[in-house]
């Protein structure tokens, strides 16, 4: 619900109900946690966050998947230090179905990779629209903090979003800690 907003708007029967219309109400105070978690720690973040928020979750999945080679950053030829080093890799994902158009705010998730969000984060923010939205960012990590990693995906979006500043938090990060943190962004 929401995937294909315009379509479903010029489909809709005038009889739509009313928590179909909130689906397709992009002014509403719907919450989205888009995420990327190659071996679960965001998942599990962005799960608690979820629930923490009463937000729905979208997964984003590369359409190559990451092998545990692909991981390991000691090895610098592997795919995902050649990807950070590399400011125009983009790899690509497996689907495009984010239903970003049905949420007002999108929290995007992600693990620190070489101090920056995953290259296909950026591929995820060049693909939809984020115009008015509000936009924020929760991470996690091996021990860096979130840096940069936010700004330099909000500089994609080209001032069209209304950016919050992120967090980095534990994958095991609790409701209170994750709602401290969402409610001092005064959205
Ligand atoms: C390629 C790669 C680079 C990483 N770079 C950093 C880093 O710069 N700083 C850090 O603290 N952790 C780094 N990590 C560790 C991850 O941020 C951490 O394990 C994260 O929780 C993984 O999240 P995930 O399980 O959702 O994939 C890196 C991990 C990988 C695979």
Known sequence: CGADNG??????????TVAQAADNNATGDKILVAYFSATGNTKQLAENT????????????????YTAEDLNYNDETTRATVEQKNDSARPKLADKNAPIAGYKTIILAYPIWWAQAP?????????????????????????????????????????????????????????????????????
């Open 119 to 187: 290259r296909i984060m950026d591929t995820f923010v060049e693909s939809y629209d984020f115009t008015g939205k509000n936009m924020t960012a929760i991470c996690t990590s091996g021990g860096s903090d979130i840096g940069s990693s936010a700004d330099y995906l909000a500089r994609i979006t080209k001032g069209k979003a209304n950016w919050k500043p992120g967090k980095l938090f534990s994958p095991q990060a609790g409701a209170d800690e994750i709602k401290a943190w969402y409610n001092g962004l005064g959205l």
């Open 7 to 16: 379509k479903a708007e010029e489909k809709a029967p005038p009889t739509k």
């Open 50 to 65: 979820a629930k923490a928020l009463g937000a729905d979750l979208y997964e984003i999945r590369p359409e190559s998947p």
